[in-house]
């Protein structure tokens, strides 16, 4: 029995010119005392290629946009210190979505109606290509209400000042309209309807109804609640950071938010405060009646018809129509999973995923996520390893890059599922995936070893492990962080899905993005991401290895393995 194999048995998955006129956060933990934080950050951890500011907390992607030429993230941000608190919308600009170069903050209180704060919200291109920004300002009661801003200089493409209306705020919660006023927040992108009027949503929650609510508006400044919330689910809680689109049924083009035609479906996305993951529905939206009709509902957040953009560390995303290359793309926010005392320490809290192109799947059961192609010009020493048939128990180092800095695709091929074990009922992937390995297993697990110290004391699995299941193959997909770091202060949950691939009629690919203390993951070419947050204490930067194993008792063959170590992108560049 080889060192792996003895390992595995431990517990492993252990922006407008109108009439004249300008967590959302999944934490609100205030730390009044932990607000300031010296200049020396811990560069231990920080990423190369994912998005982070020099210091300090970020949380959610904000108003993101595509403005004469630039693309321009604006995200949640604390200029005081490593924990949340002191919110204002900070402002990157990109050319590329890769290489960015920060601006000063766009929207900060200054306000009655945002005193308290200038939470999530998103932007709208309106007639004449003229952005506007909805966000949620938290005013002198501590109530959560919309407010407007437009920039102040149309000719300039960086878009650095922003003006306020005199008129916010636009929407606010009253007896009225019988709106929590602590649960109103993250307005969305407005789409315009054939009758003329903008829509938009805004995230609610009546006792532990989850609402979905939607306002109209002919200018985009006086607006009115409409009688029903687009959609609502009871037992869901707050719905926070809402994002509604429509998406191709055929092809991976993306349309325009305001489009809806026979040519497309309808995407609701919204932020769970309760479950802090972010779940998506894909159906049908009747403009004339205004309400949204899911294929499958939130009956149970659990069951597989409900679906997440990422079933890891993952919250508070925002898509944008990228009108330039004909894409949707998609942004999300991933927190630390090492504790408050460690993120003060260190200086800093909080990253972005890589942009992902977002389409629906030919199937129209399923969204489809991927890394935007520009991530690939970062791609050098390319390591390209024949194909081989992995032996059960072998593991194959990958030499020749930046362990701890890469980009690795790997295809697997299975013939058939005559050793896959027998799962009779359906159980809850990700206590699949943590459950310990008391036996060899005969289909999986296979998969990559990251972030792996030398003699394994340290490691993170991303695999796939295959079931028989109405005799049928049933994928199962992890991501196992139980090994990841001797630092057990840190969040070692493993996660996992299944996911939807025919193993015995195309192959099954595994791209995981290594970058110092994050493994985002895409299994079946998309079909499935996870994203990990890890904090070796052994396997860090030339430390780290990287290695193919299958730990199953058949042999799975490896198709094709490509890996790249990955250049630093300009995350903080000057103009």
Not at 282 to 294: C, H, L, V
Not at 404 to 415: G, K, M, P, R, T
Not at 547 to 558: D, L
């Amino acid at each position: 029995m080889n060192i792996f194999s003895t390992i595995w048995l431990l517990p492993l998955f252990t922006f407008i010119f109108v009439n004249d006129i300008l967590p959302i956060e999944a934490t609100h933990h205030v730390y009044r005392n932990l607000q300031s934080s010296d200049d020396s950050t811990d560069q231990l951890y920080r990423t190369a290629y994912h998005f982070q500011p020099p210091k300090n907390w970020i949380n959610d992607p904000n108003g993101p946009l595509i403005y004469k030429g630039l693309y321009h993230l604006f995200y949640q941000y604390n200029p005081k210190g490593a924990v949340w608190g002191n919110i204002v919308w900070a402002h990157s600009i990109s050319t590329d979505l890769v290489n960015w170069t920060p601006l000063d903050p766009a929207i900060f209180p200054s306000q009655p109606s945002d005193v308290n704060g200038c939470w999530s919200g998103s932007a709208t291109i309106l007639h004449g290509n003229k952005p506007a920004i909805l966000y949620t300002g938290i005013n002198k009661f501590n109530h959560q209400v919309q407010n407007i801003a437009y920039p102040k200089n149309l000719n300039d493409p960086f878009l650095r000042e922003w003006i306020k209306s005199p008129k916010n705020p636009l929407m606010e919660p009253t007896i009225e309209n019988k709106i929590n006023a602590s649960s109103f927040r993250d307005p969305t992108t407005g789409w315009l309807g054939k009758d003329g009027h903008w829509r938009i949503l805004v995230g609610s929650k009546r006792n532990t109804r989850g609402v979905a609510i939607l306002y109209k508006s002919k200018d985009f400044i006086n607006w009115n609640k409409s009688k029903h919330p687009l959609h609502s689910a009871k037992g869901t809680g707050m719905w926070e950071c809402p994002d509604f689109f429509p998406v191709l049924k055929i092809g991976k083009f993306g349309v325009d938010t305001s489009s809806n035609n026979d040519d497309v479906r309808h995407v609701l996305k919204v932020s769970l405060d309760d479950k802090k993951h972010d779940y998506y529905l894909i159906g049908s939206y009747n403009e004339g009646k205004d309400k949204f009709t899911p294929d499958h509902g939130f009956e149970e957040v659990s069951s597989e018809h409900v679906l997440r953009y990422d079933y890891g560390k993952y919250y508070a995303s925002k898509t944008f129509f990228d009108y330039g290359k004909n894409r949707r793309i998609l942004l999300g926010w991933v927190n630390e999973s090492s504790s408050v005392a460690d993120d003060i320490k260190k200086g800093w809290s909080g990253i972005h995923t890589i942009p992902r192109a977002i389409w629906l799947h030919k199937s129209g059961k399923q969204l489809v996520q991927w890394p935007v192609l520009e991530l690939e010009k970062l791609r050098l020493n390319h390591v390209n390893l024949p194909a081989k048939v992995l032996k059960g128990g072998e593991l194959l180092q990958i030499n020749g890059i930046t362990a701890a800095q890469a980009d690795v695709e790997i295809s697997f091929e299975v013939n058939n599922i005559r050793d896959a074990e027998v799962l009779d009922k359906w159980t809850d992937p990700q206590i699949l995936c943590s459950q310990s390995s008391s036996r060899k297993n005969g289909l999986g697990p296979f998969g990559l070893l990251v972030f792996a110290s030398k003699g394994l004391k340290e490691f993170t699995s991303v695999f796939f492990r295959i079931f028989k299941h109405q005799q049928k193959p049933l994928v199962l997909f992890c991501s196992d962080q139980s090994r990841s770091s001797l630092n057990k202060d840190n969040d070692l949950t493993t996660y996992g899905t299944f996911i939807d691939v025919d193993v015995l009629r195309e192959k099954l690919s595994l791209r995981s993005l290594i970058d110092h203390s994050v493994v985002e993951s895409f299994g079946g070419e998309g079909r499935a991401s996870i994203t990990a947050r890890v904090y070796p204490t052994l396997a860090i930067n030339d430390k780290a290895l990287l290695y193919a194993f299958n730990n199953g008792t058949a042999g799975v063959k490896i198709t094709s393995l490509n890996a790249w170590s990955m250049k630093k992108a300009q995350l903080n560049g000057k103009l």
